[in-house]
């Protein structure tokens, strides 16, 4: 839960900004719901392995609300730099920061 650390209104207005498939925009959505990177990092490395594997990436939205749609392959490659199918710490940075 994010109640405490997040605004409800935040996040809803991130949701909405990228409800369409294909109009995910990783810094807009972080810069919306005003997280920094380590933190957002920590929340969708659920499996704790210090990478956020694609399928992480895929359901991420749903961490902030159980409705949101999945990400499509074109949206959770976009942060994968090297290609191999999971986004380290820096790879994350370098997505958010754009």
């Known amino acids: 839960s994010f109640a405490g650390i ?7 207005a991130a949701l909405a900004a990228c409800k369409a498939e294909g109009s995910f925009k990783h810094v807009e959505f972080f810069a919306k719901i005003g997280l920094a990177g380590k933190k957002v990092f920590a929340i969708i490395d659920q499996d704790k392995s210090d990478f956020v594997e694609e399928d992480e990436l895929k359901l ?3 961490v902030f609300s159980a409705g949101a749609r999945a990400l499509t392959d074109a949206e959770t490659k976009a942060g994968d730099s090297d290609g191999d199918g999971k986004i380290g710490v820096d790879e994350f940075a370098q997505m958010i920061k754009g």
């Open 6 to 12: 997040l605004d409800d209104a935040d996040i809803t």
């Open 60 to 62: 991420f939205l749903q």
